[in-house]
Each structure stands twice: as C-alpha cells, then as structure tokens.
C-alpha cells in the first residue's frame, strides 16, 4: 500500500502533468488559429478556450460566456442564420459544420469555421454540444475546400436526380455561406433566348424577384440582363449611379439593393443558361474571392441545367417511344381481334357447311370435328394475345374497371387471392394516365407470380385529393438484396412510367413480411378531381 508521501508525490505529478497538457493544447491551438468550445446544454454555460477568446478580440477569459453573450458578437446579418443553425443542431443531434462571421471589440470582422457535434446520454438525449472555431478570414486555402465542399453537395444532389431548383438552391445558399454580406441569385433564360425568369433568390424581396422575371436582356438591362446579353461579366459597384441600371434603378432603390455583379452562366456551346448574381445593400468593388466564387457557381450551375436539359429531352423521347408502343399494340391487339378473328369465324363456318354436306362420312366428320376444335382453340389464343396486348375494358370502361377485371384474372390464373380496394367512383381519367397506372398494375402483379411467392395481395386504387393513388402489397418473402434490386428492369420500368406523368412509384419491404409497391400520381389540371 502506498504511502501519504509517495500519493503526495503522484498527485503532485498528475497536476503537472495535466498542465502541461494544458500548456501544449493552447500552443497547438494558437498555432493553428483553432479555438474550442463546449456548450452545457442543462445550465447553459459556455466555456472557451483561451484562442478563442483571443480569435474574438478579447483577453482570455475575460468575460463570462452565455449563448446569449456569443450571439451579441455575431455580424447582426448572420445573426439569424446562426441562432436556426445552433437550434437546428441541438434537435438533430449528430455533427455539424457553419461559417459564420463576428464583430470584435475593435470593430474588426473575421470568419469562422465551426464544426462540432452534439453528445448525448446513454438514454439518447443531448447533454451538451462541442466545437472548434477557425479563423479562415484570410485563409485562401480553406476558402477554397469550403467552396469544393459546397460544389459537391450540389453535386451530389444533382446526381441523384434532386429537382433543378434545388440543386440551384444548393449553390444559392453555398454563395451566401461563404459571403454572407451578399444576396445570391440565380436566374434562367427562357425558351427564346432573349427573357430572363426567375431561378432561385430565397434572400432577395419576393416582390423584387417577380418584377424582373420575364425581364428582356439587353446592352442596358441592369447587371443580369446586360450579363446576359453580352456573356459577359458585368461587375456593377453602385446601381445609383450606374448606367446599365437606369430602366431599374428605381425598382432597386425601392428594395435597397445598392450594388450587384452578375456571370453568365454558359453553355458548352457558349449560349446562355442564365445568370449567377450577388447583390449588396451598399455600393461594393468586386472582391476577387467572391468574383471566383460566384464563377465557380455559375459553372457549377451550367452543368446542372444543361444536364436538366438533356433529362428532359431524354424524359420526352422515352414518352414518345412509349405513346407510340401503346397505339402498336392497340393496333395490333384490334387487327387481331376483328381480322384474324373474323377469318376464323368465318373458317368454322365453313367447316360447319362442310359437316353438313358431308354428314354421312363418318372419317370426314371426325377430321372436321378435331378442325373446328383447334379453330376454337386458335380464337381462344387470338383473344387472350389480344387482351394482353391493350384489354378493350380499359379503353371502353376506364381504369378501375380494368383493375378490376385484371385482378379477377390474377387470382384465376395463379391461385393467389386478391383483396381490391377501389374508390375512384367510375371516374374517367386521361388515356395516357390510365394506362400508365394499368401498367404499373400489371408489372407489380408480374414480379409478386415471379419472385414474392406470396398467398394474398391487397388492392387500393383511390385519390388523394387531386393524385391518384395505388397500393400494392402482399405477403410474400419480400425485397431481394438492395444490389440485385438496382438492377430490375421491371422495377426501373415502373419508376419511369411513374416519373414520365411526373410521379412516384416506391417499392419498399412490408411488415411483417411482403412488399408494397405505392404509386403516386398527379392529375393534369384540366381533370381535376
């Protein structure tokens, strides 16, 4: 057993030791310009490292901190961002990041990069939030990696096939992050090529942002429109003053906007996308890092509408092929069923005139016999080739019928029961939307007789208001693996069908067991429900 002296000394030396830990974490942390914090989210203290306190202009701890007293030190124009960031943190829990801009004593403004994360109990529930800040006022290089990080998020959003305006949102709000003084916008050329629309802009005044929508570009069109117009950049430093501005300067000036650089955004081809802006509430020069930011944006932004383009364009031939492979087999399925079928109709009658002439012959009559019973069997096979092609219900009854008719169908040939569900009171949808829905219908009821292995489905067809809605599930083994599931052409099928009328078709596991395919949508505007 240790002795009093010998805990003395091992105290003694713990304390040193810890000091000296002290000692070395400020000098890493004046080194590299990092201060930390740490949030007690029960009693609300805030205690910072002695950098911190220096990276905010004040002598280390010289001051209690509160939430209350660091939002004091906020720019008053991030000030909001920052208290929906910190409130958005604590309900989320998980790690975080932000820049952020502070006044100090002096006067002085610099940014911060903070990033931190929230800990938690053992029962899940935040305790307290820790963080770094870092001084990147005057740092190129992590101007640059915040800008790359906020391109790949747009990006990123791109890729996995986010709407445009919301890819243009992305690098909207990266714009504003990294300059937080400044409104972004980014605006869109419409179809003739000489009018600019309004893209996103969630900062600027929504009035000023419906007046210059539909605005012609022109040599004197303000900084957007002239942007546009020459492919230029048009750097404006005081719309007061500025000739180009002279046919908005008073819209401007009614929603004190005082200055505005704007890029074109190009296409590969050099024709314009549109426009990527900032604007300021006080006459500004053009900072280079902003310059190169909002560059950068414009680029960025070019490859998103020019691969929205091309989606579009892709959307519209897939909607073609598939118009077109509808009315073949329509056609097709009616040559069948009216020809072909009236030529065996027409063959058995003939057979019948021949059983009749020749009625003493007994061999004849067993050959016309075994005839007019593969004649019953061809029109049998006529009839259900036809009905598979385009079934006659859904274009003379319409959709819930032929869900209707489908699944009695179903339950005949596989044995398999079919609880349906349907509330579309007769109502008579678009052609092209009903057979989008049957189709989907009959894809589903495809994989569940091929892979679900299933005893019972349930049907819902019904509307959601103005969206017309189906359900199917069933009691089956349920999803393959993700990596298999990825590679379905029948599941790709129904998701495009779906997104061709602008919906949504989901297939995800069921519980317990099973699978449920939801399809979700929309009605045009002329069939409201």
Known sequence: MASGTELGRDSVANAAGTMRLARLLDAAQQITHIGSWEWD???????????????????????????????????????????????????????????????????????????????????????????????????????????????????????????????????????????????????????????????????????????????????????????????????????????LWEPYRDLA???????????????????????????????????????ELVSRVAHVAAIAIERRKIDELTLALSERTEAIREDERTSIARELHDQLGQALTALKLDMSWLARRLAHDVAVMDKLEGMKQAADGIIRSVERISVGLRPGILDLLGLEAAIKWQSHEFTAQTGITCDLRSHLNDFKLDKDLATAVFRIFQEALTNITRHANASRITVDLRFERSVVVLEVADDGVGLPPSRSRGRSLGLLGMGERARRLGGQCVVSPREPTGTLVSLRVPLSRDQGY
């Open 253 to 291: 000036r009614a929603h004190g906007l005082r200055a505005c650089w704007s890029f074109p955004i190009l296409a590969t081809d050099g024709h314009v996308l549109g426009t990527a802006a900032v604007y300021y509430r006080q006459p500004r020069t053009a900072d280079p890092m902003v310059v």
């Open 41 to 243: 989210l029960a009693t609300g203290v805030v205690t910072w490292s002695d950098e911190l306190y220096r990276i905010y202009g004040l002598a280390p701890r010289s001051c209690a901190i509160t939430l209350g007293e660091f939002l004091t030190r906020v720019h008053p124009d991030d000030r909001e961002r920052v208290q929906r960031e910190v409130a958005a943190v604590v309900a989320r829990g998980g790690p975080f990041g932000y820049v952020e801009r502070i006044i100090r004593p002096d006067g002085l403004v610099r940014k911060l990069d903070t990033l931190g994360e929230v800990l938690v109990d053992a029962r899940g529930r935040p305790v307290s939030v820790i963080g770094t800040c870092r001084d990147i006022t005057d740092d190129p290089r992590e101007f640059a990696r915040l800008v790359q990080t906020g391109e790949q998020r747009a990006l990123e959003k791109l890729a996995t096939g986010a709407p445009l305006p919301d890819v243009l949102a992305e690098l909207v709000q990266l714009v504003e992050e990294m300059a937080p003084e400044a409104m972004a916008s980014i605006l869109l050329m419409d179809d003739t090529g000489t009018r600019i629309q309004h893209g996103t802009a969630p900062s600027l005044p929504d009035a000023y942002n419906r007046a210059i929508h539909g605005a012609t570009i022109g040599a004197q069109a303000g900084s957007c429109g002239t942007a546009a117009f020459r492919r230029k950049p048009v750097c404006v430093t005081d719309i007061e003053t500025d000739p």
